[in-house]
């Protein structure tokens, strides 16, 4: 099975003319290493001075993003030696601490649009662009992707809320009717959650530096994924990337019988990567708090940083163990995968 990862275009017909276009991108599929970076609206840069210094990156600094709540609320005024850090349960010296409040960031929205989300559409469609519109400054950059049964890039990157608004309100329900809904070898093709989460990471968030950040709009249930739970916490996790899930559903049924698996699932894709869940079933306003919960996470984020005493980039899977004290709650990445490209970490 292939999937559609469209770009969203300004033309119509050129849009219309690429999603004919028998070029899908398979999730099981790497990108080429050559290809160039997704463009953007971010305000272009100063090119360096060709005789400037070269910087060497060291690849073995691991970063790790992380908030800290106690019973009141967010916590702002930690400091390097309020924390440890142990990776394998060897502990580790921290190098760096500071809170990120002004460091990029980037953004991926999914947005389920499988049958399930057909009466909660349009709250997501206005919470989503709002949150956005809050979050997001000139030099952070977005964009929008859908899943049903097939995985849609609606809106690629820009650092234009608007943007994104306008994509997401022309976003629509497919219940895969007719022979769409069938994949190549006749298995039934449902929801594919996990394809989304492993493009998004894998395709659009790995090559990018700072934060990232993934928010998925779901019922938290999969059907005919080519990838696992396991291959999407992979790929979220290589690419560095935060996951934040919004459990948000229309059928009342669906609320309180169906999301026993897909609440497992999201719990650990987002705990794992160091976000969270929040179950707002179908009411607006506690979609409203969740964005808002999401937003006010970001703004007091901490990012600690360390040399690994294993400083092999050789691509095993490495356990971190955050502590900042006993009474606060810390949302922070489980690993990450010692890969050769400090961007992956």
Do not use: W
Request: hydrophobic share 35%; with cysteine; proline share 6%.
């Amino acid at each position: 099975m292939r999937l559609r990862f469209l770009a969203a275009v300004a033309s119509p017909a050129l849009f219309l003319a690429l999603a004919l276009c028998p070029c899908p991108l398979s999730a099981q599929e790497a990108p080429s290493v050559s290809a160039p970076p997704p463009k953007s609206d971010a305000p272009a840069q100063p090119v360096a001075d060709i005789d400037a210094p070269t910087i060497n990156v060291n690849v073995n600094l691991v970063n790790v993003f992380f908030s800290a709540r106690d019973k009141d609320g967010f916590v702002t005024d930690l400091t390097k030696s309020d924390c440890s850090v142990a990776e394998d349960k060897v502990p580790q010296t921290i190098k760096d601490f500071t809170q990120e409040k002004k460091l990029p960031l980037t953004i991926g929205i999914l947005l389920d649009t499988s049958g399930s989300q057909q009466n909660v559409l349009p709250m997501e469609q206005q919470s989503g662009a709002e949150f956005l519109r809050d979050v997001m400054t000139p030099k952070d950059e977005a964009f929008l992707i859908s899943f049903d049964i097939n995985v849609d890039l609606l809106a690629d990157y820009t650092n234009r809320p608007s943007e994104i608004s306008r994509a997401l309100n022309k976003a629509t329900i497919n219940t895969g009717a007719g022979t769409g809904s069938i994949t190549g070898n006749g298995d039934p093709r449902g929801t594919l959650l996990f394809d989304a989460v492993y493009l998004a990471a894998h395709d659009k968030l790995g090559p990018e530096t700072g934060r990232k950040v993934l928010v998925l709009l779901t019922d938290g249930g999969d059907q005919g994924s080519q990838e696992n739970l396991k291959g999407a916490i992979e790929s979220a996790q290589k690419a560095n990337a935060i996951v934040y899930v919004i459990m948000i559903a229309d059928r009342m049924g669906q609320l309180y019988g169906g999301f026993n698996v897909g609440d497992s699932d999201m719990n650990k894709l987002a705990g794992d990567t160091g976000g969270r869940v929040i179950n707002v079933g179908n009411n607006g306003k506690k979609l409203e708090e969740a964005f808002q919960q999401i937003t006010d996470e970001l703004r007091t984020q901490y990012l600690l940083s360390y040399r690994p005493s294993n400083p092999k980039a050789d691509g095993t899977y490495r356990k971190i163990d955050l502590s900042c004290g006993k009474n606060l709650k810390l949302d922070a990445r489980k690993g990450y995968y010692a890969l050769a490209s400090a961007d992956q970490q």
